[in-house]
């Protein structure tokens, strides 16, 4: 017992010696930045200069001290460092898969009356070439898709526009992405110029739920004095919150990835509950109305291979019947398994033959190789651990309780 109350007397101690945690200016907007200048006295005839020299910095070169900052004054370098920090979302743990997918949990840092810092789970993965990096929008999520995992997990809050873009920094800085900076001597890094060609807001969260976060977050990753990635590189995708799908081809114009999964409205009402509110057919509608859309711009419609539920040649031959008349891309996604659920993935040869049903109609339809699957990275397995972090804290908790 004694030895207990000295631990926590112990933790509250260097809880109250920590020093306080400064506010990031990584993942800012260029308003945002120069409304954290003006508070710390930068003039307002500098203010252009000052916020192009920190955006230059922070996006171009990926710098994560300000005394690297060398066009920078000494003086507002030394202002910067006491109010603010260039800091990332803390790295709770990395695992790297055995096929070079990297997947992060990320900690962010606490807001407003939050009891617990939050946590989030970022992707990337590498193909020869290319690298994908998968973001997360929120923190939890209240879609409840049945056959995903992150939809058991509930939704925490929206994350921050600069949360969003932080999830790009960091997985820069970790498979060096940034100029002049090595990539880690696994071999798992793809050989090309840059690490990360594709973002795919495919993480946690429904992105149409928070959309002005995210939109301003791709201007941001897109902003070409920046990270530069161009928008056709960009891909959200929604589970069919139609009355924003329009408003965000206009607002950020990404190329855009709609959670199928079904042809009857019965059956995705099940897979995707969202559906009794917008059904196939309104989906569908604001798809065709999506601006830009053309066979350069295609939609892709994601459809995951459930056995015995989605597999069967009719429905192959609806899902085809269904997307006439819109440019499409069709991705069939095996189904990643994740424990306590009730489905499984279709057989290889079921899910080859419904591949080829649409092939023969004109649609692409890849199917999608199982990435990640050893570190649950894979296509709806994220799910951040903090529920079974807090179920574990307070398990011991209790233990300990009782042994007092």
Request: with cysteine; aromatic share 6%; charged share 25%.
């Amino acid at each position: 017992m004694v030895a207990l109350l000295d631990t926590i007397s112990d933790a509250i101690t260097a809880r109250d010696m920590a020093p306080p945690v400064l506010p990031s200016l990584a993942g800012l907007d260029r308003e945002t930045l120069g409304e954290r200048l003006a508070a710390v006295g930068v003039p307002e005839r500098q203010m252009r200069m000052r916020v192009n020299q920190l955006w230059s910095w922070i996006y171009v070169r990926g710098v994560t001290t300000f005394d690297d900052m060398t066009d920078v004054s000494k003086v507002l370098r030394a202002t910067l460092k006491d109010a603010y920090s260039l800091a990332r979302p803390e790295i709770v743990s990395e695992q790297i898969s055995v096929d070079g997918t990297r997947k992060w949990l990320l900690r962010l840092p606490k807001r407003g009356h939050e009891a617990a810092a939050p946590e989030i789970e970022t992707v990337y993965i590498p193909e020869p070439g290319r690298g994908t990096l998968c973001i997360s929008s929120q923190v939890g999520c209240t879609l409840n898709c049945s056959f995903c995992h992150t939809g058991t997990q509930r939704l925490v809050r929206n994350l921050e526009a600069e949360e969003i873009v932080a999830q790009v920094l960091l997985a820069r800085d970790r498979v060096g992405d940034w100029p002049d900076m090595d990539s880690p001597d696994d071999g798992l890094i793809p050989n090309s110029k840059r690490k990360i060609t594709n973002v795919v807001l495919m993480g946690m969260g429904e992105p149409l739920y928070n959309f002005d976060n995210v939109a301003r977050a791709m201007a941001v990753v897109s902003d070409s004095d920046g990270i530069s990635l161009s928008k056709r590189r960009i891909t959200l995708s929604t589970s069919g919150i139609v009355p924003e799908i329009e408003r965000w081809g206009e607002t950020a114009g990404t190329m855009l990835a709609i959670s199928l999964h079904a042809v009857r409205d019965e059956l995705r009402d099940e897979l995707v509950p969202i559906n009794k509110r917008w059904p196939i057919k309104e989906l569908l509608a604001a798809c065709k109305a999506y601006p830009g859309l053309s066979n350069a711009r295609r939609i892709t419609f994601e459809y995951v291979m459930l056995k015995g539920v989605n597999d069967q040649p009719a429905d192959a031959k609806a899902l085809v019947r269904l997307l006439a008349g819109i440019p499409a891309k069709i991705n069939l996604i095996p189904f990643n398994p994740w424990p306590g659920t009730r489905y499984e993935c279709s057989e290889w040869e079921q899910i080859e033959n419904f591949a080829e049903i649409v092939n023969r109609a004109g649609y692409a339809s890849p199917v999608r190789t199982p990435r990640g699957r050893d570190i649950f990275a894979a296509c709806g397995q994220l799910k951040s651990a903090s529920e079974k972090l807090s179920a574990r804290a307070r398990a011991v908790a209790e233990t300990d309780a009782d042994t007092v």
